[in-house]
């Protein structure tokens, strides 16, 4: 079993930046799928980025590329969300989500191909 959980999460200022984080725990495997999905009130969740191993490979919903960078420390067993140019409408409860083998690349965005998930960490951007 793989053990997810977020930090991070916070009130930011619109144009502000903010960093999320997910450590893994448990069973994790060399070769996996990170993924981060955003869900607000009243919404269904979506997906925001993805990394792939052994490659790095980087995936992003196209609403947050140039803004949004996702990241993996695996000597820390941790991966990263960095969240700039944050907007109103980015408001949302933040997921990490992991998959212990390298998900074909056509099914990054869907979030049934990941089997662990975290609880989520509430992120508000408003002034």
């Known amino acids: 079993q793989v053990h997810l959980v977020e930090s991070g999460g916070g009130l930011v200022q619109p144009g502000g930046s903010l960093k999320l984080s997910c450590t893994t725990s448990g069973r994790t495997s060399s070769s996996y799928t990170l993924g981060w999905f955003r869900q607000a009130p009243g919404k269904e969740r979506e997906f925001v980025a993805a990394i792939r191993c052994c490659g790095s490979s980087t995936h992003y919903a196209d609403s947050v590329k140039g803004r949004f960078t996702i990241s993996r420390d695996n000597a820390k067993n941790t991966g990263y969300l960095q969240m700039n140019s944050r907007k109103p409408e980015n408001t949302a409860v933040y997921l990490c989500?992991?998959?212990?083998?390298?998900?074909?690349?056509?099914?990054?965005?869907?979030?049934?191909?990941?089997?662990?998930w975290g609880e989520g960490t509430r992120v508000t951007v408003a002034s």
């Open positions: 989500a992991w998959e212990n083998s390298r998900i074909i690349l056509s099914s990054v965005r869907n979030g049934e191909r990941y089997d662990y």
